[in-house]
């Protein structure tokens, strides 16, 4: 690649209906130049604003993956199961906040550690997050390692949350306020199109 298509690789792309506005600012910075050369150069620092302000980048937007938020109150276990087998390909802790595990930001904000898991149907990430009681978050598994379903990975101390995100596409089991048991709710169902299954509130 050329310095010249680098740099042109680097300037983003400017929409239509602004070129009338740019061409206005050009315009009127030549003439300023004409009359005042600092009028001039003010004239050029204003159409670059203008071309900044129209300014129209290619965007990729990642689509959102299917989660499942499952709560569990100071009175639920909370001892953590892994949802699928496969391997542990990364694991991450994040300190932060503890707001109500319910809400949310929660999954942004509070204290969280999380896992990608490989599996067969592709990979899945669990993340175990902190509540507004719990203070710690414990790990029994480490990168690397191969975990079964329904295997403990962890363990979260006191109310808290756990978010479980799936493959694009894979279709969920559980319903909206319906209490999951770890090791035992299937949670969802990776075959894709299979419309036979739904799931089967309490």
Request: net charge positive.
């Amino acid at each position: 690649m050329s310095i010249a298509n680098s740099i042109r690789a680097q300037i983003p792309p400017v929409h239509p209906e602004g070129y009338p506005f740019i061409g206005g600012f050009a315009l009127a910075s030549l003439i300023l130049f004409w009359i005042w050369t600092p009028l001039g150069w003010l004239g050029t620092l204003l159409t670059i604003w203008c071309a900044l302000f129209f300014r129209d980048p290619v965007r990729v937007t990642d689509r959102p993956l299917p989660r499942i938020s499952i709560f569990m109150s100071v009175f639920n276990c909370h001892v953590n199961r892994s949802p699928a087998a496969g391997r542990i390909d990364r694991i991450a802790y994040r300190p932060g906040t503890f707001v109500n595990a319910e809400l949310d930001k929660a999954s942004e904000d509070n204290e969280r550690n999380s896992l990608v898991i490989s599996t067969p149907n592709g990979r899945i990430g669990v993340i175990q997050i902190a509540g507004l009681v719990a203070r710690r978050i414990v790990s029994f598994v480490r990168e690397g390692q191969s975990i079964a379903a329904g295997e403990r990975f962890g363990l979260i101390r006191f109310g808290s949350r756990l978010d479980v995100y799936l493959p694009e596409g894979t279709k969920a089991l559980v319903s909206e306020g319906q209490t999951a048991v770890a090791g035992e709710t299937i949670l969802a169902d990776f075959r894709l199109g299979d419309d036979g299954r739904t799931f089967r509130p309490d």
